[in-house]
């Protein structure tokens, strides 16, 4: 069996029981959230399946950077097409669009496990497909911590555990992408803390500004995005005018921030 028809495979049967779990109500039988609960069974499902796709060729950190990376996406996407997708399809026009975002899943399932499967040879040896792998494996990475900041500031939790949560979020996004650096590891695990160390300061100063949950993740994202490109790129090849592109792109961010915010009666700062 070749390795596309195991994603195939992978891919239908975590969608298939995605469908299934979405009709079963476990609060009749457990006092709990069952959309967290949910999303964690088809992401551990998930993963044993990855594992399987992948032919069981792993050991050490990839573990992480592979297996849980990849199964914390797929969390992170069922509990945002559940919490805010999925609330209501009564209508059949919304029934349609919940077939087509399904697909759309499906989809994403399948690409990501390709995906996850060059970055596994390619931490192995070199092979050509590898960039194009890890450009991909940024967008993902880009998405989910946007799905993430915005489910994380929509909770009710307090704000301790959020940026608890929101730095093990940071964490284990960062370590997926330096992890692929042919770099020493020292330096990846200080690069990776640094980027965590700052991400943090800036969600728990900002966790409190007047701004739309919406807005504030896609600041934090921007942020995420800038740091990880000055972080995957070579000092010495980064050229000035992409040093200038994310000058540009974070003084359009900042100002969008200030002009967003609404401070008491006294309205936006700009």
């Known amino acids: 069996m070749t ?22 109500d476990i609060t009749k039988v457990f006092s709990i959230n069952q959309e967290i609960t949910k999303s964690i069974a088809v992401s551990l499902l998930f993963a044993v399946g990855l594992y399987w796709v992948l032919g069981f060729n792993f050991k050490g950190i990839r573990y992480i950077t592979i297996i849980g990376y990849s199964a914390f996406i797929v969390f992170i996407l069922s509990l945002f097409f559940q919490l805010i997708v999925f609330q209501n399809t009564q209508r059949i026009s919304a029934q349609t669009f919940s077939v087509f975002i399904l697909i759309v899943f499906g989809l994403i399932t399948y690409f990501l496990i390709l995906t996850i499967n060059i970055l596994n040879i390619s931490y ?8 194009a792998a890890k450009a991909s494996n940024f967008l993902y990475t880009l ?16 704000e301790i555990v959020k940026i608890l949560l929101f730095t093990l979020v940071i964490l284990l996004l960062t370590l997926n992408l330096f992890w692929f650096k042919k770099e020493a590891r020292r330096q990846l695990i200080g690069e990776t803390l640094s980027v965590v160390l700052f991400m943090s300061i800036l969600f728990a100063v900002l966790m409190m500004w007047p701004l739309p949950v919406e807005v504030s993740s896609m600041f934090f ?14 000092r010495e090849t980064t050229s ?7 000058a540009v792109i974070l003084l359009v961010a ?10 008491g009666i006294n309205g936006p700062i700009l």
Do not use: C, H, N
């Not at 000035?240 to 994310?246: A, D, G, H, N, T």
């Not at 900042?254 to 401070?263: A, D, R």
């Open 3 to 24: 390795l596309r028809t195991k994603a195939i495979i992978l891919s239908v049967v975590f969608i298939g029981a995605f469908v299934v779990l979405s009709f079963v």
């Open 143 to 158: 998405f989910t911590s946007y799905f993430s900041f915005l489910l994380l500031l929509r909770t009710g939790v307090d």
């Open 254 to 263: 900042l100002f969008f921030l200030l002009k967003l915010s609404v401070w």
């Open 240 to 246: 000035v005018l992409m040093r200038i592109e994310y």
């Open 124 to 131: 192995i040896s070199r092979i050509p497909l590898a960039q």
């Open 221 to 234: 994202t921007i942020v995420f995005y800038i740091l990880l490109g000055l972080g995957l790129e070579d």
